[in-house]
């Protein structure tokens, strides 16, 4: 079944792409939640209408996020978390990450962010998308709470 997606769908597709996905996922879920309508030839041709016209403001998106990520690149982040020797009292997830950001002066929401779940001190790096295009790599460390 083709569809055309109306926002990005983690594992699927990004929006205004054209995926292809199995008839009950697209009929039972992407199209009642609102993720996704069908590709019919007509919605095709709207849809390449629109890509054409939004081409040009999409270069300057891109180059407001790669200027984003030169400053996250420059940013070092620590994270303190309690813990009995290496081994963290809980986990430091994607939302410590984004917090950790948004202390720092840039508001990135969480699931813009991957890292998985850390129970350990350390150094790490997170995956963030600022956009389709445009993925950094952002080291952080977790600290033990003196």
Avoid: C, W
Wanted: charged content about 30%; overall charge positive; cysteine-free.
């Amino acid at each position: 079944m083709e569809l055309i997606l109306k926002q990005d769908v983690q594992n699927v597709g990004f929006k205004d792409d054209v995926v292809t996905v199995k008839a009950g996922y697209g009929r039972n879920f992407l199209i009642p939640q609102g993720f996704a309508h069908l590709a019919t030839s007509s919605a095709k041709k709207v849809l390449a209408e629109n890509l054409k016209q939004r081409a040009h403001k999409e270069a300057k998106v891109v180059n407001d996020a790669k200027d984003l990520a030169t400053k996250l690149k420059a940013i070092e982040i620590k994270i303190t978390s309690k813990a009995g020797g290496e081994k963290l009292f809980g986990s430091v997830t994607n939302s410590d990450i984004a917090t950790a950001l948004d202390k720092a002066g840039h508001s990135i929401d969480r699931k813009f962010i991957t890292s998985g779940i850390i129970k350990r001190t350390g150094k790490y790096t997170a995956s963030v998308r600022l956009h389709r295009d445009v993925v950094v790599e952002l080291p952080y460390e977790i600290l033990a709470e003196v």
